[in-house]
């Protein structure tokens, strides 16, 4: 497990500033925050080498794009055996639809977040691929209504 990093004031509002628009030039980024703009440049630049600043990307409308479904797929494995565990990872990390896949303690081993175009396209994912995968061994799909808050930026302000 990584080290935090020790932030001061101007850092986190640098941060926050970058969590709200990452394609912030650093003169910009400067007069939000109240800083020069070499002063941005080198606490972002310090920031992105820590890790603290992981990427920069848009921030996309999945339903514009014609993805009008999210789905939480809760799924229990077949064995608990770090091999098992590996075969199971490696099958999410190839399959676009899943956006997030989270370990859980409970019922279920992982919860994993999916975009999906429409219900052919989910029991495609969930028939064809997730049940007969052998690291698997039940499934189960809660399909999102409405989302009512969706919000990544995280509170350090």
Sequence with gaps: MQESVTLDSADLKLLSALQDNGAMTNQELAEAVHLSPSQCSRRRQRLEQAGVIRRYRADL?????????????????ATHSRNNAARFRDLV???PAIQETHALTGDSDYLLKVAVKDLPALSALVNDVLL??????????SIVLETLKHDPRLPIG
């Design 132 to 141: 007969p995968h052998e690291s698997v061994e039940r499934v189960k799909s």
């Design 93 to 95: 990390a190839r399959l």
């Design 61 to 77: 409308d999945p339903v514009k794009l014609g993805f009008g479904i999210t789905v939480f797929i809760f799924v229990a494995l």
